[in-house]
């Protein structure tokens, strides 16, 4: 393997050009590239990779690239030249990373696409996340159950804020959502007063609160008159869901609306206790770090990879065989027990 990765080094041509030689360590090696700081969950994916790959005997290389893709770009390299025998990878655009992955295939190195679905590229040779379209149904079901669209007349003022355009697992969880809410938007139970409810029209670029709090602002001063309601906001994150949340806090006076969200981020969790955010999805990092620790040892001992689904995730190349965790429902009423009893945070974290 060593071998055929120098060869492929002699081979590699422009890239390889621009790259330091590789410095082979010793044991095996693992790089982890994560997209930011930035956003509370990643903190929490890389911590826990680092603690379980290290405790299963691997040497770890964990960068984080300030939501920077170039940056993004120049750490992988870097981890190639420093003789990464695994790249586990958090892309900050899933179709921005196919150079860096052709030098990943000509060294051979087996890459596992974490949480997002890196695009394109036929270097991929697994995927681990939790299951994105679930995440969008357990929201639409919330809204749905909450509103009992079923038996209720409405109509119910809707609005939607989805997320970043380059990252294929934001689709995943409007699509799981709509899904759920279509019916009743076609049946005029649900009624969108901004007229955006396209995934294009509706995306947050970068997942940014800031711009899901500037639209949110613009929506609500050009739809909603003084003492309007807004019934419900269905975010598809939390740090989306932040940005609604302050747009509604600025200047909204009508009654406080249902609002979803995903990762049950701190201060996310706060405000659902205080009844500012209605619910989350948890998604425990730490049980997608296990997942992907076990499967690294399972190719670098050449054994079978444990996957549980070959059909859903078609990065443009093939169907990339994937592990989907289950993601679970979070409200005030459960998160001491999800959150707090399994040792994800402290009590005092959430106050
Ligand atoms: C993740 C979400 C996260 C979002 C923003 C998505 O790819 O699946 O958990 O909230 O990125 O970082």
Known sequence: MKAKKLLSLALCGALAASMAVPAFADGQKVGVSMPTKDLQRWNQDGDN?????????????????????????????????????????TAIEGNSLGSVLDMAKEYEIPVIAYDRLIMDSDAVSYYATFDNYMVGTVQGTY???????????????????????????????????IDVLQPYIDEGKLVIPSGQIDFDAVATPAW??????????NILSSNYADGENVDVWLCSNDSTSLGVTKALEANY?????????????????????AGKQ?????????????????????????EEVD?????TYDNGTGIIPSYLCEPVFADANNYKELLIDSGYYTEDQLK
């Open 49 to 89: 990779m680092q603690k379980e790959l290290e405790a299963a005997g691997f040497e770890v290389d964990l960068q984080y690239a300030s939501n920077d893709v170039q940056t993004q770009l120049s750490q992988i390299e870097n981890m190639i030249s420093q003789g990464a025998d695994v790249l586990v990878i």
């Open 143 to 177: 809204i749905k159950d909450t509103l009992d669209l079923d038996n209720a007349d409405g109509p119910f003022n809707l609005e939607v804020t989805a997320g970043d355009p380059g990252d294929n697992n934001a689709r995943f969880f409007y699509q799981g959502a």
């Open 208 to 217: 940014a609160t800031e711009t899901a709090q500037n639209r949110a602002e």
């Open 253 to 273: 006076t009508g009654e406080y609306p249902i609002i979803t969200g995903q990762d049950c981020d701190i201060e996310n969790t706060k405000n659902m206790i």
């Open 278 to 302: 209605s619910m989350s999805v948890f998604k425990d990092t730490r049980t997608l770090a296990s997942q992907v620790v076990k499967m690294v040892g399972q190719i670098l001992n050449g």
């Open 307 to 311: 996957v549980n689904d070959t059909e």
